[in-house]
């Protein structure tokens, strides 16, 4: 099994930043992409950011020129800075992992998530 350890997130007034971070710890091999979803209430889960192998990301619309992704490939943890925050950032942000454990299975985790609020 692979886990996903996230930390960060909270309250934070518009236009301040946050940093979410996610460790992966487990029966891992390779990690071949890591990165941040988020669910608004009422809405459906949305892909915020994502980093693969090799260092090609891809971010919302919503979130380019505010939010970086970072990956520590050695480390196996990924990190979310977010800037300049809207009230519509508000939601549950979730770490996902995804790649190939030590049994050559492919494997795909998430976190439990972490609220991050933005208050005008």
């Known amino acids: 099994q692979v886990h996903l350890k996230e930390s960060g997130g909270g309250l934070v007034q518009a236009g301040g930043s946050l940093i979410l971070s996610c460790a992966a710890s487990?029966?891992?091999?390779?990690?071949?992409?890591m990165g941040w979803y988020r669910q608004a209430p009422g809405k459906q889960r949305e892909l915020v950011a994502v980093?693969?192998?090799?260092?090609?990301?891809n971010y919302a619309d919503s979130v380019k020129g505010r939010f970086t992704i970072s990956r520590d490939n050695a480390k196996n943890t990924v990190s979310l800075q977010m800037n300049s925050l809207k009230p519509e950032d508000t939601a549950v942000y979730y770490c996902?992992?995804?790649?190939?454990?030590?049994?050559?299975?492919?494997?795909?985790?998430w976190g439990q998530g972490t609220q991050v609020t933005v208050f005008s």
């Open positions: 980093e693969f192998s090799g260092g090609r990301t």
């Open positions: 996902n992992a995804r790649g190939c454990a030590l049994d050559l299975r492919d494997f795909a985790s």
């Open positions: 487990g029966s891992l091999l390779r990690i071949n992409a």
